[in-house]
């Protein structure tokens, strides 16, 4: 009876254990979930805030960036229209001042040009004169052996 009366205490004990032990895992569990919701809630704030500070400094530096770019832009643009001012002026006068040079270094080889010109033209005209001479020449030739011929016929028959 000893026996049965210590296994039945060891039985209510075992059971009141038992039931404390389920009771305690239980609460465990419920605690453990509400602490893990608040651990990740808590985790989840920080990744949160760092995830929305990381954008606005990359949407910062994107603006930045583009800021920085339309001001080269307009700086290339205007170094370009400079250099197309300066191009175009230097053309310009490189042009002027071409013909004038052109003209004064080719003024010798102008000269040379019109002493030839000028010689092969008289030499033309020389050569029209020379053979509007030889035209005369043998006309007046013919004519003279004509007048001659004439002359004897006259003669001849004069005599």
């Not at 404390?20 to 808590?42: C, D, I, N, P, S």
């Not at 004519?143 to 016929?153: A, E, I, N």
């Given at each position: 009876a000893l026996m049965r009366l210590v296994q039945a205490k060891q039985a209510a004990a075992f059971v009141s254990w038992r039931d404390v032990a389920?009771?305690?895992g239980q609460v465990r569990f419920k605690m453990g979930g509400a602490l893990q919701r608040m651990l990740h809630r808590a985790l989840g704030a920080?990744?949160?805030k760092w995830y929305?500070?990381?954008m606005q400094a990359k949407e910062e530096q994107r603006k930045l960036k583009q800021a920085l770019m339309r001001l080269v832009q307009i700086k290339?643009?205007?170094?370009?229209v400079s250099w197309r001012d300066v191009a175009r002026e230097t053309g310009q006068v490189r042009f002027k001042m071409g013909g004038a040079l052109q003209r004064m270094l080719h003024r010798a080889l102008g000269a040379a040009w019109n002493k030839w010109h000028g010689s092969a033209m008289q030499a033309?005209?020389?050569?029209?004169?020379?053979?509007?001479?030889v035209s005369w020449r043998d006309v007046a030739r013919e004519t003279g052996q004509v007048r001659f011929k004439m002359?004897?016929?006259?003669?001849?028959?004069?005599?």
């Amino acid at each position: 009876a000893l026996m049965r009366l210590v296994q039945a205490k060891q039985a209510a004990a075992f059971v009141s254990w038992r039931d404390v032990a389920r009771e305690t895992g239980q609460v465990r569990f419920k605690m453990g979930g509400a602490l893990q919701r608040m651990l990740h809630r808590a985790l989840g704030a920080a990744w949160n805030k760092w995830y929305g500070s990381a954008m606005q400094a990359k949407e910062e530096q994107r603006k930045l960036k583009q800021a920085l770019m339309r001001l080269v832009q307009i700086k290339q643009a205007a170094a370009f229209v400079s250099w197309r001012d300066v191009a175009r002026e230097t053309g310009q006068v490189r042009f002027k001042m071409g013909g004038a040079l052109q003209r004064m270094l080719h003024r010798a080889l102008g000269a040379a040009w019109n002493k030839w010109h000028g010689s092969a033209m008289q030499a033309k005209v020389q050569a029209k004169q020379a053979a509007a001479f030889v035209s005369w020449r043998d006309v007046a030739r013919e004519t003279g052996q004509v007048r001659f011929k004439m002359w004897r016929c006259i003669a001849e028959d004069a005599a």
